[in-house]
């Protein structure tokens, strides 16, 4: 059960605002200033927050500020809930970091439809979606910064990794010298094409079965590099 924190200086809004929420399944602790709420941040960590921007020193957006500037506390979700409804106030809260910003006075339901809203937007952020690239016993994750070729691990240098990476994305499209350099090595980069090709060299002695007969990295002459169609 999602646990959230309500901090809002007028004692109704905090019960509105709690009742709504622990009907909607969250679990709700309520505070009556920013202090106290972040003192409560410290000690234990909230899934996300509804805050109250006009409430007694420190206001709500000095708390946000606060929040966003402490490692511990910089992901939590923020919602900000205030009576300040002009687009000027919309965009200083936002751009100090809340997620979502609720004008006074407003719908319980949209309140709690927003809080799941940005709840599934922070998973989503927290867990990325694993992306594994295979071509026969070749496999290449991503995630786990791993290669296999028949079942054994290949170990590649960062450049070759993300050289492998970069033309397995692109299997069956010709990518050019400068492409692979402006991908791979960056913008920044001043080295030369020829990079690419020595990379490529070492890549096939690691993944081919025949590095003189290479059949996944195939040199496209005079373009560049392609890796081999599914």
């Known amino acids: 059960m999602a646990l959230i924190y309500i901090a809002d200086d007028e004692e109704n809004i905090r019960n509105i605002v709690a009742i709504g929420l622990k009907d909607s399944g969250f679990e709700t602790k309520e505070f009556a200033d920013g202090t106290s709420l972040l003192r409560e941040v410290h000690q234990k960590l909230p899934d996300a927050i509804v805050l109250d921007w006009m409430m007694p020193r420190p206001d709500g957006l000095a708390v946000c500020r606060m929040l966003r500037e402490d490692e511990a506390t910089r992901s939590v979700p923020i919602l900000m809930l205030t009576a300040?409804?002009?687009?000027?106030?919309?965009?200083?809260?936002?751009?100090?970091?809340?997620?979502?910003?609720?004008?006074?006075?407003?719908?319980?339901?949209?309140?709690?439809?927003?809080?799941?809203?940005?709840?599934?937007?922070?998973?989503?952020?927290?867990?990325?979606?694993?992306?594994?690239?295979?071509?026969?016993?070749?496999?290449?994750?991503?995630?786990?910064?791993?290669?296999?070729?028949?079942?054994?691990?290949?170990?590649?240098?960062?450049?070759?990794?993300?050289?492998?990476?970069?033309?397995?994305?692109n299997h069956g499209r010709v990518l050019t010298r400068d492409m692979l350099l402006d991908k791979v090595w960056g913008v920044e980069y001043f080295g030369d094409t020829r990079t690419v090709d020595v990379h490529v060299r070492y890549l096939r002695q690691k993944i081919e079965r025949n590095p003189d007969h290479p059949v996944l990295i195939q040199t496209v002459r005079g373009v560049g590099y392609r890796f081999a169609e599914d």
């Open 84 to 169: 300040r409804g002009e687009e000027i106030d919309r965009v200083l809260g936002l751009e100090i970091g809340a997620d979502d910003y609720i004008v006074k006075p407003f719908s319980i339901k949209e309140l709690c439809a927003r809080v799941r809203a940005v709840l599934r937007r922070t998973a989503r952020e927290e867990k990325p979606a694993e992306e594994v690239f295979r071509h026969g016993t070749l496999v290449v994750d991503v995630t786990r910064h791993q290669v296999l070729r028949d079942g054994k691990t290949v170990d590649l240098t960062a450049k070759e990794f993300d050289l492998l990476v970069m033309l397995m994305k």
